[in-house]
């Protein structure tokens, strides 16, 4: 069954800087278009940006030039370095994957992160 599982939040500093991991399992992800949602209390869930299956890449204006979304295909694995979190970062961020032959889509369980002083 294939799933997607992330790992790497927690609390950190304003200013300061993140990792996320997506391990996926299960399926062929190397043709799947890959990405990072996330959801705040109170809010709809939102992109935070997606790596096509070819490499190209998309990002929401509010993390455009801190945020950067890498893959692994080898490893099949999802990154999101996150630097210059600022305290509206804060929420819980999601894995995401859509295959675009079948329009297929997966998502992660979630891993919270708290940007805080």
């Known amino acids: 069954q294939a799933q997607l599982v992330e790992s790497g939040g927690g609390l950190v500093q304003p200013g300061g800087s993140l990792r996320l991991s997506c391990a996926a399992s299960?399926?062929?992800?190397?043709?799947?278009?890959m990405g990072w949602y996330r959801q705040a209390p109170g809010k709809q869930r939102e992109l935070v940006g997606i790596?096509?299956?070819?490499?190209?890449?998309n990002y929401a204006g509010s993390v455009k030039g801190r945020f950067t979304i890498s893959r692994d295909n080898a490893e099949n694995r999802l990154y999101l370095q996150m630097n210059s979190l600022k305290p509206e970062d804060t929420a819980v961020y999601y894995c995401?994957?859509?295959?675009?032959?079948?329009?297929?889509?997966?998502w992660g369980q979630g891993t919270q992160v708290t940007v805080s002083s």
């Open positions: 299960g399926s062929i992800f190397s043709i799947a278009d």
């Open positions: 995401y994957a859509r295959w675009p032959v079948t329009a297929g889509t997966l």
């Open positions: 790596m096509s299956h070819d490499g190209r890449t």
